[in-house]
């Protein structure tokens, strides 16, 4: 009977999922279960026969199911599917018609103890080879909750930036963000602290503790410290951060991207990214992989919690604002399209955690963003996806506009894409290469910019990929522009797509920068690099653009 129920709840997917469990896990739950239940059957069956053996799979298949659920669910549901398999096989074993001598004692409990640990291990190991740390974990301190648990920055202009926080919900009325200059060295003796530049209260005040807070009126290109206030208590652990405004005109930057970290990941990558000290931080997508395969925005607002409270991201998004889209996994589940029930609240959770830029549709996250003479455009490749299009009709027009209107006015062009743009036509049904129509669409419009003034940051691969541009053409004149992979974060290596002119480098921690050189008066320099989490170069390409008023050579 508990096999039987067991089995029931495990392909209705009504045993619930923990708000704190590791969401990759989920992915594989429902096969998982099913196995072992698959296990425990085959022991019962078995156990007609050859009680010992039964018994032993039964205990197998218990054990398994009760580690799953340490991963999942709560303490007392695992013991609970531990003790519903073990109880049957230890009632197998007293019921078993033979002789009970001390060597058949002890083999029974030896063989008991087996089972479990093969179960229980066997779990445990598969889990951590498939989803555990890729490389070593980040020195960064675990600082104390004081009234916020996490806090992040977005949506930099020249003058402005958004700020995101979750604080405990009672605070959260009386919750201020200051904002300061933040100097470069101590205030000199004798001289006044400087002035607040910034005081606000917060856009909304929801049930959920989630405030945003956006602060405008600054100076351009100059540095600020802010940091939430309740009840005239700074809070100075988790509470405070820096970000830089964008500079107005001509400007040299750098910028980092990256894509796919395990949920909760506290990598080391995390601190060379912070280290680089970027101007933004570019995510894209894979935040985490929560595979949230339900309506059900609880379920995202702990997968932010889980990722922005890790001492190394924490400290990440505390120094680097963020510019972030999405891909499938942390927009549902695994190759999530249109379709996926999870798109509701995936769009009304990142509206509500997310510090980001104005968005011109009410459900995609498509957006862009300038800084200096570089135009950024920002692509949902996942709430609008069907089988017969990756962006959609709305996108697709506002994609068509913003890329023309850009290379009136900009510079260059950066493409934020989170899915492989290279790729014979057909091979592969989640990726460009499954929508070569629209991609010769796409391809269209970008001959129609200048492949000279565009560059491709992209992500979901699980590898550094730099391509020159010499098999990225899908247009009329089959002509390419230059693509950099930058992934994974945190999570096993997987190379999609390619040719890669530079080749590849698959594995975990691992990011990219984007470094701009623009002096205001000749050519811009632009060197696309991947690093790893000790800060070592794995590959990296320079090239240059005229400037607006220049004529190409």
Known sequence: MAVLLAGVA????AIPRSLSSDGMMGTIERPVQIGLLAI????LLVSWRWVLWGGGLLIVAGAGLAALSLTLHSLPVSVLMLVVFVMPAAGLWLAAPCRRSNRHIVATVGGGALALMVGAGGIGITYHLMHGPTHPASEAAELPVDQVEWIWSGAVTPTSFRVTTRVDDPAAERATLVVLPDLDGDTPAGAAPPAPVAVAGPDAVPETGVLSWTVDGLDADAGYRYTVIVDDHADTARGQGTVRTFPDGPASFTVAVGACARTGSNG??????RDVDPLVFIHTGDFHYGNIDSDDVDMFRARYTDTLTTPAQSALYRSAPVAYVWDDHDYGANNADAAAPSRPAARAAYRENVPHYELPDDGAIYHAFTIG???FVLTDVRSERTAETLLGERQMEWFEHEMLTAADEHALVVWVNAVPWIGADGASADNWSGY?????????VIEQVGVDTVVMLAGDAHMVAIDDGTNSGYGPTG?????????ALDRGGS?????YSHGVAPGGGQFGTMTIDDDGAGPITIELTGLDWTGTELMSYTFT???PDQTPP
């Open 10 to 13: 495990a392909w209705a997917g």
């Open 479 to 487: 002509v390419g522009f230059p693509v950099l992979h930058a992934a």
């Open 436 to 444: 070569p129509d629209e991609r010769r669409q796409v391809a269209e």
């Open 495 to 499: 190379v999609k797509g390619g040719p």
């Open 40 to 43: 425990a059957v085959v022991g």
């Open 545 to 547: 653009v005229p400037a």
């Open 268 to 273: 080391a990558v995390f601190d060379a990214i």
């Open 373 to 375: 003479r570089v135009r």
